[in-house]
């Protein structure tokens, strides 16, 4: 079996460009509710464009976390047309436009 980090890495990667997953979301993609387990595996993740880790947000649709800073995962949201609404200084993902239910992985 995978480590961990490296099945968390399978489910971002399958984000498409424009949309989000929370970091419990993806979790429950893994069959556990690690969720802090799964934002520790994308600070650990080799970075983009191999592992798009700013498409992960938390579930109330708030950035946290990303290498290049919070501001940098906002623009490269944006860049991809993620709405995000303005109620705080970060903004926060609009999940009736943004948000990815439906992720696949392969047995």
Known sequence: MKPFHERVWEVIRTIPAGRVMTYGGIA????????????????RSPGMPAVPCHRVVDSRGLLHGFSGGIEAKRVLLEKEGVVLKKRTAKGRVDYQVADFASVSLDP
């Open 28 to 43: 429950r993609r893994l069959g556990t509710r690690a969720h802090r387990a799964v934002g520790a595996a994308c600070g």
